[in-house]
C-alpha cells in the first residue's frame, strides 16, 4: 500500500481500505512516535484513535502497515529488528536464512521472540486506534481491523 505524505513533514497517512473505514486514515508522525486514527465526522476532521510507539515499536509496525492488505513475512520484520530496511534484499535474504537455520535447528521459537514482544506491545497500541495484529503461523503477521465487541461503544467522536 502506497501511503500519501505530507510535503514537509515525516507524517505518513495510510487509508488502510477495508480495515478502517471510507475517508479515515492511520496518520503516522514518525519523529514523535505517534500512530493516530483521523476520520471526518459531520464535516469535521476528528482525532479518533491516538497512540505513542517507541522506535523498536515503530520499527516492525512499519513493514506491517506497508504490506497491507497483505501479510508481512516474519524474515523482513526480523531485518527490521536488525537494523536494516524492509527494502533491503540482502538483509531480508539473511533474516531468511537465520530463520530457515533457526527451524532446522529447533530454535525458530527462540529467533522469534523479541519480534513477538514487540509485536505484543504494537497490538495493545493499534487496538486503541480499531487496528490488531494477527498471526500467520510459521508465515508472518497481518495488520486487520478490530472485530467489533457487542454491547460495547468506542465512545470516540468529535464534539462541535
Known amino acids: 500500500m502506497e501511503p500519501l505524505q505530507a510535503a514537509s513533514s515525516r507524517i505518513l497517512h495510510f487509508p488502510l481500505e477495508g480495515a478502517l473505514p471510507p475517508g479515515h486514515v492511520l496518520a503516522v508522525a514518525y519523529p514523535l512516535g505517534l500512530v493516530a486514527h483521523l476520520g471526518c465526522e459531520e ?80 497490538r495493545l497500541k493499534l487496538h486503541v486506534l480499531g487496528l490488531d495484529v494477527v498471526a500467520m503461523v510459521e508465515t508472518g503477521y497481518l495488520l486487520r481491523a478490530v472485530k467489533a465487541r457487542t454491547g460495547s461503544s468506542s465512545g470516540a467522536g468529535c464534539r462541535k
Do not use: K
Open 43 to 122: 464535516g469535521l476532521p476528528c482525532l479518533l484513535g491516538a497512540a505513542l510507539f517507541t522506535p523498536t515499536e515503530l520499527l516492525v509496525l512499519d513493514p506491517v502497515v506497508e504490506s497491507y492488505p497483505h501479510y508481512c513475512p516474519y524474515e523482513v520484520l526480523l531485518a527490521r529488528l536488525a537494523g536494516g530496511s524492509s527494502s533491503d534484499e540482502q538483509a531480508v535474504a539473511r533474516a531468511r536464512q537465520q530463520l530457515y537455520e533457526a527451524y532446522d535447528e529447533g530454535r525458530g521459537e527462540v529467533l522469534l521472540r523479541p519480534l513477538r514482544n514487540v509485536l505484543s506491545r504494537v
